[in-house]
């Protein structure tokens, strides 16, 4: 089973849209659960500051180590569990971290905001920072929802059909070929009649073309990595 601890200012975020259908139904089996930890409760002093100004002046305020440190020390009694600190500044999330990381039993969160959390607390307690992207969030929680949405659909039980992460784009550096289903004919629009045609070779070597092309076109970055492996 894989825990999760989320530390958030805002814990209505979760589950959020983590608390439905396969998400829901994966926590009742025990495949993953979820708990929300308010930073605020964990606050030094009697105004709840979880604040502050910024060192060296500029704008916007910073999350306290301090109260940051007492959250994350009354909530992780294991000092080797991972920590994750959601950051524009961290390394780049992806399905190849995503499948890493699904190999672990216990993962704790810690949602930004403001212009971000003290460094120290970065170094002191280990915490590996991790973005969703190149753009910025107004907060981590909504990179949490992305970042767990993604880990949680590859653990083993949660889809119904395993064998449909196989394809998808990303496996092996390719994008996903294009999709189609009924009706066959809509707005003068056919369906690709080798997709009609029963012939299954003959469509596997139709979809891993179209990959091709597409992912040539679109991510020549990815495209190069995929001619390095094939
Ligand atoms: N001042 C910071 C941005 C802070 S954004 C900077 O310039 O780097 C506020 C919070 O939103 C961050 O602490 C982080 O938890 C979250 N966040 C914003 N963009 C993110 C991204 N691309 N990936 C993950 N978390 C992000």
Known sequence: MLSVKVFTLYPEFFPGPLGHGLYKKAMENKIWSLKTINIRDFSLDKHKTVDDTPFGGGSGMVMRCDVLANAIDK?????????IYLSPKGKKFDQKYAKKIIKKNDLNIICGHFEGIDERLIENRNIEEVSIGDFILSGGE????????????????????????????????????PQYTKPQKWEKKEVPSVLLSGDHAKIKGWRLSKSQDITRRRRPDLWEKYKKNN
């Open 142 to 177: 909504t990179a949490t929802l992305v970042f767990l949405d993604a880990i949680i659909r590859l653990l083993p039980g949660v889809l119904g059909n395993m064998d449909s992460l196989k394809e998808e784009t990303f496996e092996n550096h390719l994008l996903e070929y």
């Open 75 to 83: 909530n992780i009694k294991d000092k080797n569990e991972q920590i």
